[in-house]
């Protein structure tokens, strides 16, 4: 079963300095229907203004991935790590037994969109950790590059339960297939652009919920930037 969740379908917040767009219930909007996928709990559109930001705020058990689409994000945490976060670059924080951490948009004059990712981790009271990477667009250029796995794979970044992270750059000529194993979910997200996946045409913001399904494929993509999540069933 592949069920599509369109982009204007989502919650959706405007506060003037936050324009965010809500995959899965969070703060004030809530949708019985979309909770989480598996593990998958937020998904996140957010575009921040110049000059502001999410002041500091704490976390805990959670597994969170910020993915920058345009601009930059400053991020300062407890942890004592203190970076800015730009396209091509993933960075994953693990609040474990908690964290404090903000975020900014530092620029004058430029808005910064990014995806703000949580994954429920596999164990709770873990020892906050981050980590940080850079991945060129040439290893995302027509094929899925992991970014994110539970083993650091091919260089991903680490994180706290049974789940998987891709991205892929796809224009007109290319494709890319994800096979997904038996009993495996899997969530596609396209983050720019446009494509066709498993036969359906998407735009930005749209997304695929996938269940008893034996792989994602994506083609005909114009300018596409698209996120593939393989992920366990929750018990």
């Known amino acids: 079963m592949i069920t599509l969740r369109a982009a204007n379908e989502r919650g959706h917040a405007q506060h003037g300095w936050l324009e965010s767009w809500h995959s899965f219930s969070f703060a004030d909007y809530h949708d019985p229907r979309h909770v989480h996928w598996g593990p998958l709990r937020v998904i996140n559109e957010d575009r921040v203004q110049p000059g502001q930001g999410f002041g500091t705020h704490s976390h805990r058990d959670m597994e969170i991935i910020s993915y920058v689409i345009d601009g930059a994000l400053a991020h300062r945490d407890s942890m004592g790590n203190g970076a800015a976060i730009v396209p091509g670059e993933v960075q994953r924080m693990s609040a474990g037994t908690g964290v404090t951490h903000s975020e900014f948009n530092h620029s004058a004059d430029g808005v910064t969109h990014f995806l703000q990712i949580w994954i429920i981790p596999k164990f709770r009271g873990i020892k906050p950790g981050y980590e940080q990477k850079a ?80 792989a994602v494929r994506i083609e005909q993509g114009e300018a596409a930037e698209v996120l593939v999540f393989d992920l366990p069933r929750l018990d």
């Open 135 to 214: 991945f060129a667009a040439e290893e995302k250029r027509g094929r899925l590059r992991l970014v994110a796995s539970p083993d650091g794979a091919e260089g991903s970044v680490t994180i706290h339960q049974d789940a998987r992270l891709f991205a892929a750059l796809i224009d007109a000529g290319e494709s890319a297939t994800h096979r997904l194993a038996p009993g495996r979910l899997g969530y596609v997200h396209l983050a720019q652009g446009k494509a066709v996946v498993n036969g359906q045409h998407l735009s930005a913001g749209d997304a695929l919920l996938y269940a008893d399904e034996d």
